[in-house]
């Protein structure tokens, strides 16, 4: 993979406000998946007592409940995951080969700066991504 992936990252521009309302579809569809993986785990049924003990809930997910970090946080995925080519470009790395980690680690530094001039009211919530990464990633060399 090119050291510089900026050429190659495609980011979609949609309207910010639908941004927020599709990723916080996404986020609940996903909350619902593991709910459901929960209780069919655990033999309860769907109740308000599982609802209680299960914070996988979609009805967990609501602008009224949540701090606003978490949101730019779930957009930032979804436009990485679902507005971009970053997952094509991902599968393109073989994740045994500890080159190709490095290419991984510049691959997401480089789409979240595609995405904070895409959407520049994400690019907070990027630059705390990007430095998550540089901890998590500090033990591969440059």
Known sequence: M???NKDVIRIQRIPFDELLSKALEKHRQRDLRRF???LQKSG???SVRSRIRFKYHPE???E???DPSTFYRWQLAYVRH???N???LCRRLDRTDPADWKAYRQLRHDTFERISETYPELADACRKQMLIDTIHFSDLKS
Do not use: H, W
């Open 86 to 88: 970053y997952d094509n």
């Open 82 to 84: 679902e507005l971009s």
């Open 36 to 38: 459901q993986f929960e």
């Open 60 to 62: 967990n997910a609501n």
């Open 64 to 66: 009224d409940t949540l």
């Open 44 to 46: 309860m049924k769907d």
């Open 2 to 4: 090119e050291r510089n």
